[in-house]
Protein backbone atom coordinates (compact mmCIF):
# COMPACT_ATOMS: atom_id res chain seq x y z
CA UNK A 1 0.00 0.00 0.00
CA UNK A 2 1.15 2.98 -1.12
CA UNK A 3 0.73 6.53 0.17
CA UNK A 4 0.07 7.38 -3.03
CA UNK A 5 -3.07 5.37 -4.15
CA UNK A 6 -6.84 5.67 -3.96
CA UNK A 7 -6.98 2.41 -1.68
CA UNK A 8 -4.89 4.32 1.39
CA UNK A 9 -6.62 7.92 0.74
CA UNK A 10 -10.24 6.99 0.30
CA UNK A 11 -10.23 3.54 2.10
CA UNK A 12 -6.99 2.76 4.68
CA UNK A 13 -7.22 6.44 5.97
CA UNK A 14 -10.03 7.25 6.64
CA UNK A 15 -11.08 4.17 8.58
CA UNK A 16 -8.08 4.66 10.82
CA UNK A 17 -8.89 8.26 11.65
CA UNK A 18 -12.57 7.39 12.18
CA UNK A 19 -11.74 4.66 14.66
CA UNK A 20 -8.59 5.89 16.41
CA UNK A 21 -10.72 8.93 17.12
CA UNK A 22 -12.79 7.29 19.41
CA UNK A 23 -10.17 4.89 21.50
CA UNK A 24 -8.04 6.16 24.08
CA UNK A 25 -5.61 4.24 26.11
CA UNK A 26 -3.85 1.01 25.51
CA UNK A 27 -7.30 0.52 22.89
CA UNK A 28 -6.00 3.31 20.93
CA UNK A 29 -2.24 1.87 20.86
CA UNK A 30 -3.63 -1.84 19.90
CA UNK A 31 -5.49 -0.03 17.02
CA UNK A 32 -2.56 2.02 15.57
CA UNK A 33 -0.08 -0.79 15.84
CA UNK A 34 -2.54 -3.09 14.11
CA UNK A 35 -3.11 -0.67 11.60
CA UNK A 36 0.62 -0.04 11.04
CA UNK A 37 1.17 -3.89 10.62
CA UNK A 38 -1.61 -4.09 8.15
CA UNK A 39 -0.44 -1.56 6.23
CA UNK A 40 2.82 -2.61 6.17
CA UNK A 41 1.59 -6.13 5.23
CA UNK A 42 0.33 -4.41 2.18
CA UNK A 43 3.68 -2.80 1.32
CA UNK A 44 4.74 -5.71 -0.19
CA UNK A 45 5.10 -9.54 0.40
CA UNK A 46 3.10 -10.50 3.94
CA UNK A 47 6.23 -12.27 5.49
CA UNK A 48 8.10 -9.01 5.81
CA UNK A 49 6.03 -9.07 9.01
CA UNK A 50 7.89 -11.03 10.66
CA UNK A 51 11.34 -9.69 10.07
CA UNK A 52 10.04 -6.53 12.07
CA UNK A 53 7.87 -8.32 14.72
CA UNK A 54 11.34 -9.90 15.63
CA UNK A 55 13.42 -6.95 16.09
CA UNK A 56 10.43 -5.54 17.66
CA UNK A 57 10.10 -8.41 20.28
CA UNK A 58 13.94 -9.09 21.04
CA UNK A 59 15.28 -5.20 21.77
CA UNK A 60 12.20 -4.67 23.57
CA UNK A 61 13.22 -7.39 26.31
CA UNK A 62 16.99 -6.52 25.64
CA UNK A 63 16.14 -3.24 26.96
CA UNK A 64 14.19 -3.94 29.97
CA UNK A 65 17.02 -6.75 30.83
CA UNK A 66 19.95 -4.20 30.21
CA UNK A 67 18.09 -2.03 33.05
CA UNK A 68 17.72 -4.85 34.97
CA UNK A 69 21.39 -6.62 34.80
CA UNK A 70 24.20 -4.59 36.90
CA UNK A 71 26.74 -6.77 35.84
CA UNK A 72 29.13 -4.83 32.87
CA UNK A 73 29.91 -8.24 31.43
CA UNK A 74 26.49 -9.90 30.70
CA UNK A 75 24.84 -5.70 29.56
CA UNK A 76 27.66 -6.26 26.79
CA UNK A 77 26.43 -9.69 25.89
CA UNK A 78 22.81 -8.20 25.96
CA UNK A 79 24.01 -5.42 23.61
CA UNK A 80 25.65 -8.23 21.36
CA UNK A 81 22.38 -9.63 20.61
CA UNK A 82 20.80 -6.80 19.82
CA UNK A 83 23.32 -5.60 17.71
CA UNK A 84 24.17 -9.43 15.72
CA UNK A 85 20.39 -9.41 15.74
CA UNK A 86 19.38 -6.21 14.01
CA UNK A 87 22.59 -6.21 11.58
CA UNK A 88 22.30 -10.02 11.05
CA UNK A 89 19.36 -9.26 9.56
CA UNK A 90 19.82 -6.63 8.24
CA UNK A 91 23.39 -8.19 6.19
CA UNK A 92 21.25 -11.50 5.59
CA UNK A 93 18.23 -9.14 3.44
CA UNK A 94 20.20 -6.66 2.26
CA UNK A 95 23.78 -7.50 1.32
CA UNK A 96 23.97 -11.28 0.93
CA UNK A 97 23.17 -11.25 -1.96
CA UNK A 98 25.90 -8.46 -3.14
CA UNK A 99 28.68 -10.51 -1.96
CA UNK A 100 27.59 -13.53 -3.43
CA UNK A 101 27.57 -11.92 -6.75
CA UNK A 102 30.81 -10.45 -5.95
CA UNK A 103 32.14 -14.02 -5.16
CA UNK A 104 30.30 -15.73 -7.34
CA UNK A 105 33.12 -15.23 -10.19
CA UNK A 106 35.84 -15.97 -7.82
CA UNK A 107 34.65 -19.35 -6.49
CA UNK A 108 33.54 -20.18 -9.86
CA UNK A 109 37.31 -20.01 -10.95
CA UNK A 110 38.51 -21.33 -7.61
CA UNK A 111 36.69 -24.17 -7.55
CA UNK A 112 36.98 -24.89 -11.09
CA UNK A 113 33.12 -24.66 -12.06
CA UNK A 114 31.29 -24.14 -15.23
CA UNK A 115 28.88 -22.01 -13.31
CA UNK A 116 28.56 -20.99 -9.69
CA UNK A 117 28.18 -22.65 -6.83
CA UNK A 118 23.88 -23.30 -5.92
CA UNK A 119 24.76 -22.46 -2.27
CA UNK A 120 25.10 -19.05 -3.52
CA UNK A 121 21.15 -19.24 -4.53
CA UNK A 122 20.33 -19.08 -0.55
CA UNK A 123 21.67 -15.36 -0.56
CA UNK A 124 19.21 -14.19 -3.68
CA UNK A 125 16.53 -12.91 -1.72
CA UNK A 126 13.72 -10.24 -1.49
CA UNK A 127 14.39 -7.15 1.01
CA UNK A 128 11.77 -6.58 3.44
CA UNK A 129 10.25 -2.31 2.36
CA UNK A 130 11.86 -0.22 5.08
CA UNK A 131 14.11 -2.37 6.88
CA UNK A 132 17.14 -0.50 7.01
CA UNK A 133 15.13 2.25 8.55
CA UNK A 134 13.41 0.19 11.59
CA UNK A 135 16.41 -1.08 12.28
CA UNK A 136 18.26 2.11 12.76
CA UNK A 137 15.14 3.39 14.78
CA UNK A 138 14.93 -0.10 17.75
CA UNK A 139 19.60 -0.58 17.67
CA UNK A 140 19.61 3.44 18.80
CA UNK A 141 17.19 2.75 21.55
CA UNK A 142 19.10 -0.19 22.39
CA UNK A 143 22.23 1.64 22.37
CA UNK A 144 20.91 4.80 24.50
CA UNK A 145 19.52 2.22 26.81
CA UNK A 146 22.34 0.29 27.27
CA UNK A 147 24.68 4.12 27.46
CA UNK A 148 22.09 5.30 30.43
CA UNK A 149 20.37 8.14 28.13
CA UNK A 150 17.04 6.34 28.04
CA UNK A 151 14.47 4.05 30.21
CA UNK A 152 13.46 0.80 28.90
CA UNK A 153 10.12 0.99 27.58
CA UNK A 154 8.00 -1.33 29.56
CA UNK A 155 4.56 -0.88 27.61
CA UNK A 156 4.99 -3.58 24.67
CA UNK A 157 2.26 -2.33 22.50
CA UNK A 158 3.83 1.30 22.87
CA UNK A 159 6.92 0.10 21.63
CA UNK A 160 5.69 -1.71 18.83
CA UNK A 161 3.75 1.98 17.81
CA UNK A 162 6.81 3.25 17.78
CA UNK A 163 8.44 0.96 15.77
CA UNK A 164 5.81 0.49 12.97
CA UNK A 165 3.86 3.99 13.67
CA UNK A 166 2.97 3.46 9.53
CA UNK A 167 3.42 7.39 8.67
CA UNK A 168 7.62 6.77 9.18
CA UNK A 169 7.54 3.10 8.89
CA UNK A 170 8.41 2.56 4.83
CA UNK A 171 11.02 4.79 4.46
CA UNK A 172 11.42 7.05 7.59
CA UNK A 173 11.83 9.89 8.97
CA UNK A 174 13.98 7.34 11.21
CA UNK A 175 12.29 8.47 14.54
CA UNK A 176 13.96 8.07 18.18
CA UNK A 177 12.80 7.11 21.11
CA UNK A 178 12.46 10.29 23.01
CA UNK A 179 10.68 11.29 20.09
CA UNK A 180 7.87 9.57 19.22
CA UNK A 181 7.21 7.34 22.48
CA UNK A 182 6.20 10.13 25.00
CA UNK A 183 4.09 11.59 22.10
CA UNK A 184 2.65 7.44 21.62
CA UNK A 185 2.19 7.74 25.72
CA UNK A 186 0.19 11.17 25.57
CA UNK A 187 -2.18 10.57 22.66
CA UNK A 188 -3.06 7.20 24.33
CA UNK A 189 -4.35 9.47 27.81
CA UNK A 190 -5.55 12.35 25.99
CA UNK A 191 -6.78 11.01 22.86
CA UNK A 192 -5.37 12.16 19.36
CA UNK A 193 -5.92 16.05 18.55
CA UNK A 194 -5.42 16.29 15.13
CA UNK A 195 -4.06 19.08 13.19
CA UNK A 196 -6.34 18.90 10.31
CA UNK A 197 -5.54 21.99 8.55
CA UNK A 198 -1.54 21.54 8.59
CA UNK A 199 -1.55 17.82 8.30
CA UNK A 200 -3.59 17.85 5.64
CA UNK A 201 -2.07 20.59 3.79
CA UNK A 202 1.64 19.49 4.58
CA UNK A 203 0.46 15.59 3.27
CA UNK A 204 -1.29 17.21 0.11
CA UNK A 205 2.29 19.42 -0.54
CA UNK A 206 4.07 15.76 -0.52
CA UNK A 207 1.63 14.16 -2.76
CA UNK A 208 2.04 16.78 -5.76
CA UNK A 209 5.69 16.92 -5.17
CA UNK A 210 5.74 13.02 -6.03
CA UNK A 211 3.20 13.11 -8.33
CA UNK A 212 3.29 16.08 -10.25
CA UNK A 213 7.39 16.06 -10.40
CA UNK A 214 9.20 12.77 -9.31
CA UNK A 215 6.97 10.67 -11.04
CA UNK A 216 6.77 13.20 -14.38
CA UNK A 217 10.46 13.60 -14.31
CA UNK A 218 11.08 9.83 -13.83
CA UNK A 219 8.82 9.43 -16.98
CA UNK A 220 11.09 11.07 -18.45
CA UNK A 221 14.71 10.28 -18.05
CA UNK A 222 14.52 6.32 -17.66
CA UNK A 223 14.08 5.75 -21.16
CA UNK A 224 17.06 7.71 -21.56
CA UNK A 225 19.02 6.63 -19.13
CA UNK A 226 18.73 3.07 -20.33
CA UNK A 227 21.17 4.82 -23.10
CA UNK A 228 23.74 6.78 -22.13
CA UNK A 229 25.69 6.59 -25.00
CA UNK A 230 23.32 7.86 -27.09
CA UNK A 231 23.82 10.88 -24.99
CA UNK A 232 25.47 14.08 -25.56
CA UNK A 233 26.79 16.32 -23.41
CA UNK A 234 23.47 18.93 -23.18
CA UNK A 235 21.69 15.99 -22.63
CA UNK A 236 23.62 14.07 -20.38
CA UNK A 237 23.56 17.06 -17.81
CA UNK A 238 19.59 17.58 -18.53
CA UNK A 239 18.56 13.88 -17.45
CA UNK A 240 21.64 13.96 -14.39
CA UNK A 241 19.74 17.77 -13.27
CA UNK A 242 16.55 15.71 -13.82
CA UNK A 243 17.56 12.73 -12.00
CA UNK A 244 18.87 14.97 -8.95
CA UNK A 245 15.67 17.02 -8.90
CA UNK A 246 13.17 13.56 -9.02
CA UNK A 247 15.02 11.97 -6.07
CA UNK A 248 14.60 14.95 -4.19
CA UNK A 249 10.70 15.62 -4.70
CA UNK A 250 10.84 11.78 -4.38
CA UNK A 251 11.95 11.76 -0.98
CA UNK A 252 11.33 14.95 0.65
CA UNK A 253 7.47 14.20 -0.81
CA UNK A 254 7.44 11.06 1.35
CA UNK A 255 8.58 13.38 4.43
CA UNK A 256 6.36 15.65 3.76
CA UNK A 257 3.86 12.85 3.77
CA UNK A 258 4.60 11.08 6.61
CA UNK A 259 4.93 14.26 8.47
CA UNK A 260 1.23 15.48 7.83
CA UNK A 261 -0.38 12.05 8.37
CA UNK A 262 1.55 11.98 11.84
CA UNK A 263 -0.29 15.45 12.45
CA UNK A 264 -3.11 13.78 11.60
CA UNK A 265 -2.77 11.62 14.72
CA UNK A 266 -1.53 14.84 16.98
CA UNK A 267 1.89 13.33 16.17
CA UNK A 268 5.14 15.46 15.24
CA UNK A 269 7.67 13.49 13.15
CA UNK A 270 11.16 15.25 13.14
CA UNK A 271 12.40 17.10 9.85
CA UNK A 272 14.35 15.44 7.40
CA UNK A 273 14.57 18.23 4.86
CA UNK A 274 15.64 21.86 5.29
CA UNK A 275 16.19 22.71 1.14
CA UNK A 276 19.72 21.06 1.15
CA UNK A 277 20.00 22.35 -2.43
CA UNK A 278 20.33 25.65 -1.08
CA UNK A 279 23.33 24.35 0.59
CA UNK A 280 26.22 26.73 0.89
CA UNK A 281 29.14 23.48 1.61
CA UNK A 282 29.07 19.41 1.20
CA UNK A 283 28.92 20.18 5.54
CA UNK A 284 26.03 22.11 5.14
CA UNK A 285 24.45 19.55 2.60
CA UNK A 286 24.50 17.28 4.98
CA UNK A 287 23.19 19.05 7.67
CA UNK A 288 19.97 19.78 5.13
CA UNK A 289 19.82 16.30 3.32
CA UNK A 290 17.90 13.02 5.09
CA UNK A 291 18.52 15.06 8.14
CA UNK A 292 17.56 11.91 10.68
CA UNK A 293 20.00 9.51 8.97
CA UNK A 294 22.80 11.90 9.09
CA UNK A 295 22.65 12.72 12.80
CA UNK A 296 22.04 9.14 13.31
CA UNK A 297 25.47 8.22 12.03
CA UNK A 298 26.98 11.14 13.99
CA UNK A 299 25.90 10.04 17.00
CA UNK A 300 26.12 6.06 16.73
CA UNK A 301 28.94 5.81 13.99
CA UNK A 302 30.76 9.13 13.61
CA UNK A 303 31.14 9.96 17.04
CA UNK A 304 31.61 6.33 18.80
CA UNK A 305 34.75 5.88 16.15
CA UNK A 306 36.16 8.78 17.75
CA UNK A 307 34.80 11.71 15.80
CA UNK A 308 36.77 15.21 16.22
CA UNK A 309 38.16 14.28 19.58
CA UNK A 310 41.71 13.18 17.47
CA UNK A 311 44.08 13.68 15.30
CA UNK A 312 43.28 15.25 11.69
CA UNK A 313 43.98 12.21 10.36
CA UNK A 314 42.22 9.59 12.10
CA UNK A 315 39.09 12.13 11.65
CA UNK A 316 39.72 12.30 8.26
CA UNK A 317 39.32 8.31 8.65
CA UNK A 318 36.74 8.55 10.63
CA UNK A 319 34.32 10.62 7.87
CA UNK A 320 35.08 8.51 5.20
CA UNK A 321 34.08 5.41 7.10
CA UNK A 322 30.91 7.37 7.92
CA UNK A 323 29.96 8.46 4.46
CA UNK A 324 31.41 4.96 3.17
CA UNK A 325 28.89 2.86 5.60
CA UNK A 326 26.17 5.69 4.78
CA UNK A 327 26.72 5.29 1.39
CA UNK A 328 25.94 0.82 1.77
CA UNK A 329 23.59 1.56 4.17
CA UNK A 330 21.31 2.82 1.05
CA UNK A 331 21.78 0.11 -0.75
CA UNK A 332 23.49 -3.26 -1.87
CA UNK A 333 25.54 -2.15 -4.88
CA UNK A 334 29.16 -1.00 -4.64
CA UNK A 335 28.17 2.18 -6.38
CA UNK A 336 26.50 3.07 -3.27
CA UNK A 337 29.54 3.06 -2.04
CA UNK A 338 31.46 4.83 -4.49
CA UNK A 339 28.41 7.70 -3.76
CA UNK A 340 29.57 7.26 -0.01
CA UNK A 341 32.87 7.79 -0.84
CA UNK A 342 32.48 10.56 -3.29
CA UNK A 343 30.98 12.79 -0.34
CA UNK A 344 33.45 11.58 2.04
CA UNK A 345 35.95 13.33 -0.29
CA UNK A 346 33.97 16.08 -0.96
CA UNK A 347 33.49 16.69 3.02
CA UNK A 348 37.46 16.04 3.81
CA UNK A 349 38.44 18.68 1.33
CA UNK A 350 35.69 21.04 2.34
CA UNK A 351 37.35 21.08 5.53
CA UNK A 352 40.87 21.54 4.54
CA UNK A 353 40.16 24.20 2.14
CA UNK A 354 37.64 25.62 4.93
CA UNK A 355 38.97 29.06 4.71
CA UNK A 356 39.85 29.75 1.33
CA UNK A 357 35.71 27.93 0.65
CA UNK A 358 34.39 30.80 3.16
CA UNK A 359 36.36 33.88 1.10
CA UNK A 360 34.09 32.59 -1.86
CA UNK A 361 30.82 34.66 -2.27
CA UNK A 362 27.45 32.90 -1.39
CA UNK A 363 25.77 32.37 -4.61
CA UNK A 364 29.19 30.94 -5.76
CA UNK A 365 29.20 28.43 -2.47
CA UNK A 366 25.77 27.67 -3.19
CA UNK A 367 26.21 26.74 -7.06
CA UNK A 368 29.60 24.56 -6.56
CA UNK A 369 27.80 22.47 -3.86
CA UNK A 370 25.16 21.86 -6.13
CA UNK A 371 27.36 20.68 -8.73
CA UNK A 372 29.05 18.50 -7.23
CA UNK A 373 26.30 17.15 -5.26
CA UNK A 374 24.53 16.34 -8.32
CA UNK A 375 27.56 14.79 -10.48
CA UNK A 376 27.44 12.33 -7.09
CA UNK A 377 23.67 11.07 -7.91
CA UNK A 378 25.98 9.73 -10.94
CA UNK A 379 26.88 6.90 -8.93
CA UNK A 380 23.77 6.88 -6.78
CA UNK A 381 21.33 5.92 -9.74
CA UNK A 382 24.05 4.35 -12.24
CA UNK A 383 23.03 0.38 -12.12
CA UNK A 384 27.09 -0.65 -12.16
CA UNK A 385 30.31 1.40 -12.78
CA UNK A 386 29.91 0.57 -16.54
CA UNK A 387 27.00 2.50 -16.40
CA UNK A 388 28.48 5.53 -14.44
CA UNK A 389 31.40 5.39 -16.33
CA UNK A 390 29.06 5.72 -19.60
CA UNK A 391 27.04 8.45 -18.16
CA UNK A 392 30.43 10.68 -17.39
CA UNK A 393 31.47 10.31 -20.87
CA UNK A 394 28.17 11.63 -21.91
CA UNK A 395 28.47 14.18 -19.47
CA UNK A 396 32.31 15.37 -20.50
CA UNK A 397 31.24 15.17 -24.08
CA UNK A 398 32.54 12.13 -25.58
CA UNK A 399 29.74 11.20 -27.60
CA UNK A 400 28.87 15.01 -28.69
CA UNK A 401 27.93 18.18 -27.24
CA UNK A 402 24.90 18.39 -28.68
CA UNK A 403 22.27 16.42 -30.66
CA UNK A 404 18.62 17.09 -31.98
CA UNK A 405 16.05 16.91 -29.34
CA UNK A 406 13.72 14.32 -28.73
CA UNK A 407 9.74 15.44 -28.45
CA UNK A 408 9.73 15.22 -25.23
CA UNK A 409 12.71 17.30 -24.12
CA UNK A 410 10.86 20.32 -24.30
CA UNK A 411 8.79 18.83 -21.65
CA UNK A 412 11.75 17.94 -19.40
CA UNK A 413 13.87 21.17 -19.72
CA UNK A 414 10.30 22.51 -18.68
CA UNK A 415 10.11 20.65 -15.31
CA UNK A 416 13.65 21.11 -14.68
CA UNK A 417 13.23 24.54 -14.81
CA UNK A 418 10.24 24.57 -12.19
CA UNK A 419 12.31 22.39 -10.40
CA UNK A 420 15.59 24.40 -10.08
CA UNK A 421 13.19 27.29 -9.16
CA UNK A 422 11.15 25.58 -6.77
CA UNK A 423 14.47 23.82 -4.72
CA UNK A 424 16.95 26.72 -5.01
CA UNK A 425 14.54 29.98 -4.47
CA UNK A 426 11.48 29.14 -2.87
CA UNK A 427 11.41 27.58 1.58
CA UNK A 428 11.00 24.27 2.30
CA UNK A 429 7.30 22.88 3.15
CA UNK A 430 7.92 22.76 7.09
CA UNK A 431 8.45 26.83 6.38
CA UNK A 432 5.57 27.66 4.55
CA UNK A 433 2.69 29.60 6.80
CA UNK A 434 0.17 25.91 6.07
CA UNK A 435 -1.85 27.00 9.08
CA UNK A 436 -2.70 30.68 7.64
CA UNK A 437 -2.61 30.03 4.08
CA UNK A 438 -4.26 32.84 1.82
CA UNK A 439 -7.50 31.15 -0.32
CA UNK A 440 -5.34 31.62 -3.54
CA UNK A 441 -2.87 29.66 -2.52
CA UNK A 442 -5.09 27.19 -1.66
CA UNK A 443 -6.87 27.15 -4.52
CA UNK A 444 -3.55 26.77 -6.27
CA UNK A 445 -2.53 23.95 -3.87
CA UNK A 446 -6.61 21.95 -4.55
CA UNK A 447 -5.82 22.33 -8.48
CA UNK A 448 -2.49 20.56 -8.20
CA UNK A 449 -3.57 17.93 -5.97
CA UNK A 450 -6.95 17.04 -8.22
CA UNK A 451 -4.20 16.53 -10.75
CA UNK A 452 -1.94 14.61 -8.91
CA UNK A 453 -5.06 12.37 -7.80
CA UNK A 454 -5.89 12.08 -11.85
CA UNK A 455 -2.04 10.72 -12.06
CA UNK A 456 -1.88 8.74 -9.25
CA UNK A 457 -3.32 5.96 -11.43
CA UNK A 458 0.80 6.07 -13.41
CA UNK A 459 2.24 6.74 -10.37
CA UNK A 460 5.64 4.47 -8.66
CA UNK A 461 6.54 3.60 -5.62
CA UNK A 462 9.01 6.09 -3.81
CA UNK A 463 12.41 5.66 -4.92
CA UNK A 464 13.51 5.15 -0.88
CA UNK A 465 11.29 1.95 -0.37
CA UNK A 466 14.17 -0.08 -1.75
CA UNK A 467 16.59 0.77 1.49
Not at 130 to 137: E, K, P
Not at 323 to 337: K, Q, R, S
Not at 417 to 433: D, Q
Not at 439 to 461: E, F, H, I, R
Request: hydrophobic share 55%; charged share 15%; proline share 6%.
Amino acid sequence: MLFNSLEFLVLFLPIVLAVAGRLRGQPLLRWITLSSIVFYAFAGHWWFIMPMLATTVVDFWVAIALVAITAERRRRWLLAVSLLGNLGMLAYFKYAGLFARTLEPVLARGLGLSAPPAVLGWFDVVLPAGISFYTFQTLSYVVDVWRGDAPAERNFIRFAGFVSFFPHLVAGPITRHHQLIPQLARIAETGITPRWRSGILLFTVGLVKKVLLADRLGNLIEPRLGHPLALDAVSAWLVLAGYALQIYFDFSGYSDMAIGLGRLFGIELPQNFASPYQAVSPSDFWRRWHMTLSSWLRDYLYIPLGGNRCSPGRRRVNLMVTMLLGGLWHGANWTFAAWGTWHGLLLILHQATAARWERLPPMWQRNVTFVLVTLGWVFFRADDFGHAAQWFASLAGVHGLGGPWRDDTPALLGLVALGLVLVRCFPNSLELPLERLGVLPQVGLATAAAAALLLMNYGSKFLYFQF
